[in-house]
């Protein structure tokens, strides 16, 4: 277990180098658009939930 942990530990070190060199490199206005990308999983994860509450309101039903 503690192998596996500094292995992750050293990717994420390597990544995280990588990471600062892609920001360094890429112009602020680029990164704008990637805020945008990360909002939408969550407006298209909230219809997700209502099949749930829909299945349970059934299951009360039969009851």
Avoid: F, G
Avoid at 11 to 39: F, G, W
Wanted: hydrophobic share 45%; no cysteine; proline share 8%.
């Amino acid at each position: 277990q503690q192998l596996e942990i500094l292995k992750l530990k050293a990717r994420v070190k390597k990544l995280e180098r990588l990471n600062k060199v892609v920001v360094a490199s890429t112009p602020i206005s680029a990164a704008k658009p990637a805020v945008v990308d990360v909002s939408t999983p969550i407006s298209s994860a909230k219809p997700a939930a209502k099949p749930k509450e829909i299945s349970w309101m059934q299951e009360e039903a039969l009851i």
